[in-house]
């Protein structure tokens, strides 16, 4: 596959917040799920991105729309890995076997998460996984020196869960209805020897929360979002955050909605592709 070697370019600018679909239609010739723009709050401006380019598309953008571009220095054209290695934040990276795992400690002393190529969900690929990472590992900056903890609702392969681990959190839950996501998320959370991470099967709509959690993560469909969104919202500590991902740009509004109306504050928004995921805070003021 020697292909992954040669697509290790980012591409990105700052653009002006109106013109975004303006830039997915510009850019729509790279494929939904290479081109990102994130936004925050308030901001008239948001940051451009279009991953995974060879050198010949990354100079071509340059040359045409201007912006910087920046290589993926730990792929390489020697043994490519079976998937392109996902780099978080400089924070730490998502890859697909053992033998890569060993390696990216042992060149840079980030941790690393093993997820095996052959998984068909969960790998950290998908856009609204990927920017759940992204928003994940941001928000972990934030707590240098303090004690939080990570809920994984929907936690699927159980790669969310994991990054928190890795990224700091004390204790970690994850819950999913799927008995075979749960079975997979063990296997894969036993093959990175995490501990204080715990997995529960459980229905999100079906829940009550008994105590609060310092960050939230809720990757799921926009239907199940939308009418758990009080449930969710009350798992939420009071300053704490809560990332919402597995959501279509056609229904942002209404599922960002749900939300502000349980005294969630939308403080970031990332869109890639068809998808968008969003970071929430909960007002201090609010009442549970």
């Known amino acids: 596959m020697p292909q992954l070697a040669t697509n290790r370019f980012t591409w990105s600018r700052?653009?002006?917040a109106t013109t975004a679909e303006e830039w997915f239609e510009t850019l729509a010739h790279l494929g939904p799920m290479r081109v990102m723009l994130t936004q925050n709050a308030g901001s008239h401006s948001a940051q451009l991105q279009a991953h995974g380019l060879s050198n010949q598309e990354a100079k071509a953008l340059q040359k045409e729309h201007g912006g910087k571009i920046s290589e993926a220095t730990w792929l390489t054209k020697n043994n490519p890995p079976q998937r392109a290695p996902i780099r978080v934040r400089g924070r730490f990276s998502v890859v697909s076997t053992e033998a890569e795992k060993r390696a990216a400690f042992e060149k840079d002393g980030k941790p690393a998460l093993w997820i095996p190529a052959g998984l068909a969900f969960g790998t950290g690929e998908h856009a609204t996984t990927a920017m759940c990472l992204r928003h994940l590992a941001d928000i972990s900056t934030g707590f240098k020196g303090k004690t939080w903890e990570f809920l994984d609702l929907g936690t699927g392969s159980a790669i969310l869960a994991?990054?928190?681990?890795v990224l700091g959190a004390s204790k970690v839950l994850g819950t999913d209805f799927d008995a075979l996501a749960l079975r997979t998320a063990k296997e894969n959370v036993l093959n990175n020897g995490l501990t204080q991470l715990k997995l529960i099967r459980s229905d999100v709509l079906k829940w009550t929360p008994e105590r609060t959690w310092d960050v939230v993560?809720?990757?799921l469909f926009s239907g199940v979002l939308i009418e758990a969104a009080p449930?969710?919202?009350k798992a939420v500590?009071?300053?704490?955050h809560l990332l919402l991902s597995g959501v279509l740009r056609e229904q942002e509004e209404e599922v960002l909605a749900a939300f502000t109306v349980q005294k969630l504050s939308i403080e970031r928004v990332a869109r890639k592709g068809k998808w968008i995921s969003a970071c929430a805070r909960k007002t201090l003021t609010a009442v549970r």
């Open 237 to 240: 500590a009071k300053g704490g």
């Open 231 to 233: 449930i969710i919202a």
């Open 217 to 219: 993560a809720a990757n």
């Open 162 to 165: 994991m990054a928190a681990r």
């Open 14 to 16: 700052r653009v002006s």
